[in-house]
């Protein structure tokens, strides 16, 4: 099929029934209609459109090795620096597209997908069948062209303890049976990012390590998110019908959900990895899934943060506060934020290297450190629109007394602005609002500080990861120079 076109993603999700559960109700058909999905469900088929778009089908897409057809350029595995630069400007384009405000564009989870597909010979460790079977997935999911979600965290019951550990051995999804076809899983998972996706790959965690008593946990695969006995519990919806109102809450609320397995059949050829501790501990480095994730993640980061440095810029501009000294400060300080994340991903072009599997890999160290800052930097940007906006934010006037004939006249007098009229000037701070303020931008928060894992255990993976030790020797040698 190739690179599809948005309407065929929404067949699909009409098409295909699922589970989700939302406020009490039992949704599984025609969801691309529903009102808390259907926004997201348009976007997510705008991003697909893009890739079709004449005038960005080159940016976008590549032509297959099987098939001949275009398929998305996140399926492509680079050989070279072009390919390298040419999966960056494709990931740009989508990013671009929501401000960085939708975290799930499919390249995503396609570009992990794409490096354990390279490596697929790692999948060999217990069973000479499962590297076959991710190669295949990958093959398949690529020539579909479709969307996956993933959950990689057991449920927060007990953290103290691992999921062997605690009090109901089924709390966490593992297996509890083998036959013929496959494997059975029972338990939970949380959390996945759009349960709009066409399929959703279970996989261990990036950051938390298992032990030999996690066994039963210790799994890697994938399937179709309407398979039978999958379960989707939805959050309260922060989507919202008007644009003008809630300019990003109207287009990218992609929903989290946690994800209930009652008794879900996994086949056989979907399995790629199974009862394997060490394996499951340390797949996404081994693969370099984790770096060509990483990559993606700071391509929508630099979206978000160009995306942000336009909105603050705005409001300066509106109210006339360019010229206070602590504005200027605190602009500056995404500029910084904004040029630094760039940095990091020039960087980790500019020194990749061949990995094992044969694909060249950007250099994981700054990719690394930007995903371990990133988490701490984006709630200031929360801040500094609050700080510069002020009442601004809650001087908001809606669509519907926009519309009002009676008090527009009053809205056009009082709500001026330095240098735009105030239609323009209360469509910008609605903006502001949906990043700064509302339950939509709160998530935005939340999102970013903990949906590539807990960032105080990622701190610490990175200090166990790191080379300290030429460091050290340095400050050995230096302690012991002779004085000149
Ligand atoms: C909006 C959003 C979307 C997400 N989307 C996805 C998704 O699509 N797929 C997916 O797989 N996951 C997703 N996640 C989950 C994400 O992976 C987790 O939030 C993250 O790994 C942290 O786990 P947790 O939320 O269970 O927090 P917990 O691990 O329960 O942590 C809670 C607190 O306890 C502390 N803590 C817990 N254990 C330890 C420890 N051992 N050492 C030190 N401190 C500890 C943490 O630092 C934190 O302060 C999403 C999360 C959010 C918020």
Redesign the pocket.
């Known amino acids: 099929m190739g690179a599809r076109k948005g309407i065929q993603y929404l067949q699909d999700l009409d098409n295909k029934p699922r589970e989700l559960w939302l406020g009490g109700n039992k949704i599984t058909r025609d969801i691309s209609k529903h009102p808390q999905f259907r926004a997201v469900a348009k976007s997510i088929a705008h991003l697909y459109d893009m890739q079709n778009d004449s005038g960005l089908v080159e940016e976008m897409t590549y032509i297959s090795p099987t098939s001949g057809e275009r398929v998305g350029l996140s399926f492509l595995q680079p050989k070279t620096m072009e390919d390298l630069i040419k999966r960056r400007v494709m990931m740009k384009h989508w990013a671009d597209y929501s401000g960085g405000m939708l975290?799930?564009t499919p390249d995503y989870l396609n570009s992990d997908l794409m490096a354990m597909a390279s490596a697929w010979e790692f999948f060999n460790r217990k069973d000479q069948h499962f590297g076959d079977n991710l190669r295949k997935y990958y093959e398949y999911v690529r020539e579909n062209d479709l969307c996956l979600?993933?959950?990689?965290?057991?449920p927060?019951a007990n953290?103290?303890v691992g999921p062997s550990k605690q009090s109901d051995p089924f709390l966490a999804a593992r297996v509890v049976e083998k036959n013929d076809q496959g494997i059975m899983i029972r338990g939970a998972?949380?959390?996945?990012?759009?349960p709009l996706a066409d399929e959703i790959l279970v996989?261990p965690?990036t950051?938390?390590r298992g032990t030999q008593d996690d066994m039963p946990y210790a799994f890697a695969f994938g399937i179709p998110c309407s398979t039978k006995g999958l379960k989707f519990i939805c959050r309260e919806p922060f989507a919202e019908e008007s644009h003008f109102d809630h300019p990003l809450a109207s287009r990218f609320d992609e929903q989290?959900a946690v994800v209930i397995f009652a008794d879900v059949l996994v086949p056989w050829d979907r399995v790629f990895l199974l009862e394997d501790v060490e394996g499951a501990n340390t797949l996404q480095e081994a693969t370099s899934g984790i770096v060509f994730m990483t990559q993606q993640v700071i391509v929508k980061n630099i979206a978000k943060t160009e995306f942000v440095l336009g909105v603050t810029s705005l409001i300066a501009d509106t109210i006339g506060i360019t010229e206070f000294q602590h504005v200027q400060e605190k602009i500056a300080k995404i500029i910084i934020i904004l040029e630094s994340m760039k940095s990091f991903l020039r960087a980790s072009e500019a020194d990749a290297q061949m990995n094992q599997w044969g694909i060249l890999t950007p250099d994981f160290k700054p990719l690394n450190v930007a995903r371990n800052l990133y988490p701490r930097l984006f709630p200031q940007f929360r801040t500094i629109i609050q700080q510069l906006s002020a009442s601004g934010m809650m001087a908001l006037p809606s669509e519907e007394d926009m519309k009002n004939s009676e008090i527009r006249p009053s809205i056009d007098a009082y709500y001026q602005a330095k240098n735009t009229n105030s239609e323009e000037r209360i469509r910008l701070f609605h903006l502001a609002w949906d990043i700064a303020g509302s339950s939509f931008g709160s998530?935005q928060e939340?999102?970013e500080?903990?949906?590539?894992?807990?960032?105080?255990?990622m701190a610490?993976a990175l200090y166990n990861w790191y080379d300290k030790e030429p460091y050290k020797q340095r400050i050995r040698e230096f302690l012991h120079q002779e004085e000149e």
């Open positions: 975290g799930r979600t993933h959950t990689l965290i057991h927060q953290r103290a998972r949380m959390l996945a990012t759009l996989f965690s950051v938390i989290d998530r939340l999102y500080r903990f949906f590539f894992g807990d960032p105080v255990r610490g």
